[in-house]
């Protein structure tokens, strides 16, 4: 059974910065995705950062090259650094695993909608992050 337990979230002021750790069990698959979605009140659950297990790393336009998705296989988790954080990082944050479509498809297609939150079909429970003015 996956699981997945997020940890580290909380307030910050603009410009700050915290590490979110996701705790991961269940995960046997040699070929896997995993990433941190957001989801901000009356506003649609958005792709972060991902990484696939053959290679890569993925974020969105919109946190690139301030937040950096890292894995650490040995403790079995899934790190992300949010550095340079402005008020509009401000939601619910959750760790996902997709054990179903990246397993299924060619790399290129895998890759091209790996920031799609209905691929992934297991999810945390969030942790809140803030960051005020």
């Known amino acids: 059974q996956v699981q997945l337990v997020e940890s580290g979230g909380g307030s910050v002021q603009a410009g700050g910065s915290l590490r979110l750790s996701c705790a991961v069990s269940?995960?046997?698959?040699?070929?896997?995705?995993m990433g941190w979605f957001r989801q901000a009140p009356g506003k649609e659950r958005e792709g972060v950062a991902a990484?696939?297990?053959?290679?890569?790393?993925y974020y969105a336009d919109s946190v690139k090259g301030r937040f950096a998705i890292s894995q650490d296989n040995a403790k079995n988790t899934l790190y992300l650094q949010m550095n340079s954080l402005k008020p509009e990082d401000t939601a619910m944050y959750y760790c996902?695993?997709?054990?179903?479509?990246?397993?299924?498809?060619?790399?290129?297609?895998?890759?091209?909608?790996?920031?799609?939150?209905?691929?992934?079909?297991?999810w945390g429970q969030g942790t809140q992050v803030t960051v005020s003015s």
């Open positions: 269940g995960v046997t698959y040699s070929r896997y995705c």
């Open positions: 990484v696939y297990s053959r290679g890569g790393t």
């Open positions: 996902a695993a997709d054990l179903t479509y990246c397993t299924m498809y060619a790399q290129s297609t895998v890759v091209a909608g790996i920031l799609s939150a209905p691929r992934y079909n297991h």
